[in-house]
């Protein structure tokens, strides 16, 4: 048989296989039986695989205890709970007991406080060198303030507009926490807190919003895109901001950096946002301690110099937390996330990715469909901001215990 030949009877052959096109059916066409055919032959668990994919019903309490120990305790569950547990004739009621022991232990404090750690990428000491020395900088506060909100079942909204008690301590040998003075006077949350600030310190204050909008907010910039599109030689420009309300060579000539220029990358997308916020953290310097009155941080240019309000904005053009959000302080700026939904959409996800073994929502993309992260947040307001039993809810929910 020739290579030719052979082609030919794979080319037959697959046609003889092919259902009819339906554009090319005639009246006397008829359809494959859908429940027949080679389907027939399959076993179920072949033939419902896709069904299965969709919802899976089967619920193991034991395996759904040991995930739950690891995270909430760190460390496995115990012989007499695994025993308690696998003996138990009401099997959903048991589950929910330990999950509560395991939440009220003080392993759980440390497990929480160890999760905003590592949400926040920050703990231990940070030496930072100055022309006086070198200082080292705390970086436990804003994780440990995290981990109180919780422990404590405050109102978690605190994190980014609370006043009082916002520099914590913990004690693991005695599971306390202890409130300390903050080094920065007029504290908000953790925004104020001299950690975060020595930590994400940067050119014009950038690298600070950008933390604040990716472990609040679960979103890269840029934060808003909802204006009228406008087409650039560079791309597409749709930001609710005015191109002119941010610095650049149209408004000004002598500019130091062209946030307007639209011949490349629409640079603006992202700054028309992030200049509108960073002014309001440029006060904090390297160790992030803040200066009234001066600006601390530098302009990226030839010679680096402190930058000055017109690096960032026109005159008279207002500091904002989104486009009609004016806040002309860090207070407002904090009530404004705290009453951002996207804020409360951010802690439900970190939280449920967290128990579920899911990646991070922003370096990983480990998003939650819209509808769901709607159920999460509803939760969240049903439990008025207390996350501790929010917590408890995911590891009892139907979710957690199925596999």
């Known amino acids: 048989m020739t290579v030719s030949s052979i082609k030919k009877n794979i080319v037959l052959g697959l046609f003889a296989v092919l259902p009819a096109c339906s554009g090319g059916a005639t009246s006397t066409d008829t359809q494959a039986d859908p429940t027949g055919g080679f389907r027939a032959t399959l076993p179920p668990s072949v033939v419902d695989s896709d069904k299965l994919a969709l919802q899976d019903t089967k619920i193991d309490y034991m395996l759904a205890l040991r995930s739950a120990a690891l995270k909430l305790t760190g460390n496995y569950p115990t012989l007499a709970e695994i025993k308690q547990l696998q003996n138990a004739t009401d099997q959903t009621a048991v589950y929910g007991q330990l999950i509560d022991n395991y939440i009220n232990r003080p392993t759980f404090n440390q497990q929480i406080l160890q999760f905003w750690r590592d949400t926040f990428k920050m703990g231990g000491m940070l030496p930072v060198t100055t022309p006086t020395g070198t200082v080292n900088v705390n970086l436990e506060f804003a994780p440990t303030y995290a981990a109180y909100l919780i422990a404590k079942g405050e109102n978690f909204t605190k994190l980014v507009n609370g006043t009082a008690g916002t520099c ?227 590891y009892k929910s139907a979710y957690f215990i199925r596999y």
């Open 168 to 394: 914590q301590t913990y004690n693991p040998a005695t599971d306390t926490f202890a409130t300390t003075t903050c080094t920065n006077t007029n504290a908000v949350g953790i925004l104020t807190d001299q950690g975060v600030q020595a930590q994400f310190y940067s050119a014009m204050a950038f690298r600070r919003v950008r933390w604040f909008q990716e472990a609040l907010l679960c979103s890269r910039f840029p934060a808003e895109t909802n204006g009228t599109k406008v087409q650039y030689q560079g791309g597409v420009y749709n930001s609710p901001w005015d191109l002119k309300s941010i610095t650049g060579a149209v408004n000004d000539p002598k500019a130091l950096v062209d946030f307007q220029d639209t011949s490349s990358l629409i640079c603006a997308n992202c700054h028309s946002t992030i200049n509108h916020q960073s002014p309001l953290f440029a006060n904090f310097g390297a160790t992030g301690m803040y200066v009234a009155g001066a600006i601390q941080v530098k302009t990226p240019v030839a010679g680096n110099p402190d930058s000055k309000m017109i690096d960032w904005l026109p005159a008279g053009e207002p500091l904002a937390y989104r486009f009609g959000q004016p806040t002309p302080t860090v207070k407002e700026f904090g009530d404004a996330m705290a009453a951002d939904p996207a804020f409360k959409a951010c802690m439900a996800s970190r939280l449920w990715n967290w128990a579920m073994s899911r990646g991070d929502i922003v370096v990983d993309q480990a998003i939650l469909t819209p509808d769901f992260s709607a159920q999460l947040t509803q939760q969240i307001d049903a439990n008025n901001w207390n996350l501790k039993e929010f917590i408890r809810g995911v």
